[in-house]
């Protein structure tokens, strides 16, 4: 089965600084890869995913990359705010688009410094 | 227009008994899954559904089961609780297909002794 590797586990940045969470994942099958942020208390919320036919992905501060030939996926926040603060989770599908459930990896706890 | 409900949001238990975490959704998915989450650990999928009556084991199915007797409806159920089971369990639905966007609900916190 599909097998995600996250890094760092913890990261911490000064606000307005930007930062950046790197994925690898171990099945070439893979073709969809979400990232969800998690509040503390709450359910993961979607914020961007990508597709394996495209490279990059931007959403005004968040984006993310895609390199296939290398199996990894990179979440990058620009102009980071304070309630940027949360737990970071990517994702990959390995088959069905995800109709059989994402494989996560372990999370990046991301700390906005004031 | 709730999205994904859970209930309850927390429960203690004791080894050996049992328990249903109710799952609803009002987004007409056909798609529904249950994931756990343990501490510094990403989610982990118990068992999915693409649709009423289909039901298929995700990565740790053991010691659960599940039903979808409904679009909106997906219980699962803990027959004979164990301390391994203590854990956060979310409850997520997408519309499947590729609109893959899979929608959280809050989580149910259990605590097992």
Redesign the interface.
Known sequence: GENVEQHPSTLSVQEGDSAVIKCTYSDSASNYFPWYKQELGKGPQLIIDIRSNVGEKKDQRIAVTLNKTAKHFSLHITETQPEDSAVYFCAAADKGGGADGLTFGKGTHLIIQP | NAG?TQTPKFRILKIGQSMTLQCTQDMNHN?M?W?RQDP??????IY?S?GAGIT?K??VPNGYNVSRSTTEDFPLRLELAAPSQTSVY?C?S?Q???R????????TRLLVL
Do not use: H, I, N, R
């Open positions: 994904v798609y899954y994931y510094g650990m990403g989610l982990k999928l999915y693409v298929d995700g990565e979310f997520a997408s499947g297909g590729d893959e966007t899979q929608y959280f609900g809050p989580g």
